[in-house]
């Protein structure tokens, strides 16, 4: 897993363009072995975790079609609801694993969405 990759689906999902580098099994590998050595620095511990919720992110990407500039979401659909939850659910998983080492402040994007996803149950 290269922070390429990451850059890439940071990018394209800003720009509403196509990720060009989709989500493999090579990377879940390379995230396991990542986690489970001891010869690793705290930095790729933290690389790890950005990886994993940029791999939710490229989910919810392809979920709401966001590399489609004309596509539009209605926020009352029950499926667009449906999927909202999952999402939470996912994010609250991701960060429920997250070890203490590893969660800081390194994750304010991921702490805005766990809060702010209170904010979508109350539009139900």
Not at 19 to 36: A, F, H, K, P, T
Not at 39 to 55: F, G, I, N, T, W
Not at 67 to 85: C, E, F, G, M, T
Request: charged content about 20%; hydrophobic content about 35%.
């Amino acid at each position: 897993m290269s922070e390429n990759a990451n850059l890439d689906q940071s990018t394209s999902m800003s720009l509403r363009r196509p990720n060009l580098i989709r989500w493999n099994g090579y990377m879940d590998e390379c995230i396991e072995v990542l986690e489970s050595s001891s010869a690793v620095l705290p930095s790729d511990k933290v690389l790890c975790q950005h990886a994993k919720l940029q791999h939710i992110n490229e989910e919810i990407g392809v979920q709401f079609s966001m590399d489609d500039p004309s596509a539009s979401i209605n926020i009352s659909d029950a499926r667009v609801q449906h999927a909202l939850k999952n999402f939470e659910r996912e994010l609250s998983d991701w960060s429920n694993l997250v070890p203490n080492t590893v969660w800081s402040c390194e994750f304010p994007i991921a702490s805005l969405l766990l809060v702010n996803s209170d904010s979508y149950s109350s539009c139900s």
